[in-house]
C-alpha cells in the first residue's frame, strides 16, 4: 500500500473547508411543541402587541391620579375587572376594582396595590397616597411591537423562544429538516457493552465507547441517526458499509481506521466510492480527520481515540450539523479565566485541555490529558483552547470553551 501523507491543516482552515461543503437543508414545518433545539428557517415576526393591552401588574384599584391626595381620599368602587374581562371606561370620581392581567380601564392611569388601600364600611376605598404615573401599569407592546422579528432565522430554538413563539400565536414554526446521520465505528477490537461481559472479554478487546457518546451528541444536535453499529477492518465489510450509510443519508459519521496504517480502511474505500480529503489536523488531541463524500452523502471519519473522536466532534462536527440547519451560531462564547495550573511543556500543536471551574474562579487541569482517557471529559466542564507551543503559568489568563455550550 502507498502511504500517502495527509496534510497538515490548522484546525481552522479544516473547519473553514468543512463549513464551505455545508449547504443548507430544506425546511419543514413543525408544531411549535417539538421544536425544542430545532433552527429557525423563517423569520418570526409578530402581527400584534405583546400585551395586547394595557394591563395591572397587581392585584388592587385602577385610579385617576388627579382625583388621589396624600391625605387618603375615599372613593366608590364602580366596577370589577378579572383578568379576561373588557373594563368600561373609568367614571370620574370613582376606582375600579382591578387584578392582576386584567386590561386597564380607559380613563385610568396608575394601578394602586390593594396593600397601600382601606375598604372602608360603606364599600369606599381609601387610598392612602399618590401613586406615580403609569403606576404597576404594563404597557401595551412592552414585549413585542407589532411587525417586529421577535425570532429570527437561524435562531435555535429552546424552551424560552418556544414560549416566545406562541406568545405571538405561532401554533407551527419553519425549521431546518433534521440531519440524517449514518454512524459506525470501526475495529476489529471493539466489542458491545451488554454483548460480552468484562469477565469474558479476549485478550486485545475493548468496549466501544465511542458509540454511545457520538449518537447522544448527534441526538443532541437534533439528528437522526441511523445506527450501523461496528464495522470489521475488512475493505469489503467497509465499501459495503459506507454504500448503505450513503443512502438517505445527509451525513456518513465514523469513528476510527482513519490513519494510514494497514488496518485503517477508511480512506481507499470512501475514495473507491467517492472523494475524499484526508487532513493532519495541527490540533492535541486530534489529529486525524477525514472530510469527503460518497454518492450524495457527506462524509466525516473521527479518529478512533475516545477524546479525539470527542474533541473534534465539538470542535469540527458540532457546527458543521448547525451550518446545515442554518444556525447563525456555529461557536460557544469562550470565556477568559486564570488557569489554576501550570503547563510547563506545551505541545508544538494548538491544545485542547481538560480543565474544571473551581470555586475560587479559576481553572484546575485534569491530571492526565492523554487521547484514551475519557475519565478526563466526563471531569471536565471545559476545554482550554492553548495555542501550540505556548507555556501556562500558574494565574495566566487563557481561553476557556464551556462544554455545557459545546454539547447543547
Ligand atoms: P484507530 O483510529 O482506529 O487507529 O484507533 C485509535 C485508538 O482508539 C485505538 O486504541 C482503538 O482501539 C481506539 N478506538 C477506536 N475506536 C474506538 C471506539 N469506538 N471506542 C473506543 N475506543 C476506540
Ligand atoms: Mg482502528
Redesign the pocket.
Known amino acids: 500500500m502507498t502511504a500517502t501523507r495527509p496534510s497538515l491543516r490548522s484546525l481552522d482552515e479544516a473547519l473553514e473547508s468543512l463549513l464551505a461543503h455545508a449547504a443548507l437543508l430544506p425546511a419543514e414545518t413543525v408544531s411549535t411543541f417539538e421544536a425544542d433545539g430545532r433552527v429557525l428557517a423563517e423569520d418570526l415576526v409578530s402581527s400584534l402587541q405583546v400585551p395586547p393591552q394595557d394591563n395591572s401588574a397587581m392585584d388592587g384599584y385602577a385610579v385617576r391620579r388627579g382625583e388621589i391626595a396624600d391625605e387618603g381620599v375615599p372613593l366608590p368602587v364602580s366596577q370589577r375587572i378579572p383578568a379576561g374581562a373588557a373594563p368600561l371606561p373609568l367614571q370620574p370620581g370613582t376606582i375600579a376594582r382591578i387584578f392582576t392581567g386584567a386590561p386597564v380601564p380607559a380613563g385610568a392611569d396608575a394601578i394602586v396595590m390593594q396593600e397601600d388601600t382601606e375598604v372602608l364600611e360603606d364599600g369606599r376605598v381609601r387610598i392612602q397616597r399618590v401613586p406615580s404615573s403609569g403606576q404597576w401599569i404594563r404597557r401595551s407592546g412592552e414585549d413585542i411591537t407589532r411587525g417586529s422579528t421577535v425570532l429570527a432565522r437561524g435562531e435555535r430554538l429552546g424552551p424560552a423562544a418556544q414560549g416566545l413563539a406562541a406568545s405571538i400565536g405561532r401554533d407551527q414554526v419553519q425549521v431546518a429538516r433534521r440531519p440524517r446521520v449514518a454512524l459506525f ?3 476489529d ?2 466489542v458491545m457493552p451488554g454483548q460480552v461481559a468484562p469477565q469474558a472479554m479476549k485478550p486485545g478487546a ?6 454511545f457518546f457520538l449518537r447522544s451528541l448527534l441526538a443532541r444536535l437534533g439528528c437522526e441517526v441511523q445506527d450501523l453499529g ?1 464495522v470489521p477492518d475488512v475493505r469489503e465489510a467497509t465499501v459495503q458499509a459506507l454504500r448503505d450509510a450513503a443512502r438517505g443519508n445527509d451525513l456518513i459519521l465514523t ?5 494510514v ?1 494497514e ?2 480502511h477508511i480512506k481507499p474505500a470512501v475514495q473507491q466510492l467517492g472523494s475524499l480529503d484526508l487532513w493532519q489536523i495541527a490540533m492535541k488531541p486530534g489529529k ?1 480527520f477525514a472530510y469527503g463524500r460518497v454518492a450524495d452523502a457527506h462524509f466525516i471519519g473521527l ?4 477524546v ?2 470527542f474533541v473534534t466532534f465539538v470542535l469540527l462536527v458540532r457546527p458543521f450539523l448547525l451550518k446545515l440547519q442554518g444556525a447563525a451560531q456555529l461557536q460557544p462564547t469562550a470565556l477568559q479565566l486564570p488557569a489554576h495550573f501550570a503547563l510547563e511543556r506545551p505541545d508544538k500543536r494548538r491544545e485542547f485541555l481538560r480543565v474544571r471551574r473551581n470555586g475560587q474562579g479559576g481553572l484546575d487541569l485534569f491530571a492526565n490529558q492523554s487521547s ?1 482517557v475519557l475519565t478526563s471529559t466526563v471531569w471536565a466542564d471545559g476545554l482550554v483552547d492553548n495555542p501550540g507551543g505556548q507555556a501556562i503559568l500558574h494565574g495566566d489568563v487563557v481561553r476557556f470553551l464551556p462544554l455545557a455550550e459545546l454539547l447543547a
Open positions: 465505528s470501526t475495529g477490537e471493539l475493548i468496549y466501544n465507547s465511542n458509540r461496528i469513528s476510527g481506521g482513519v490513519s496504517g488496518e485503517d486525524p479518529p478512533g481515540n475516545p479525539s473522536s484514551g
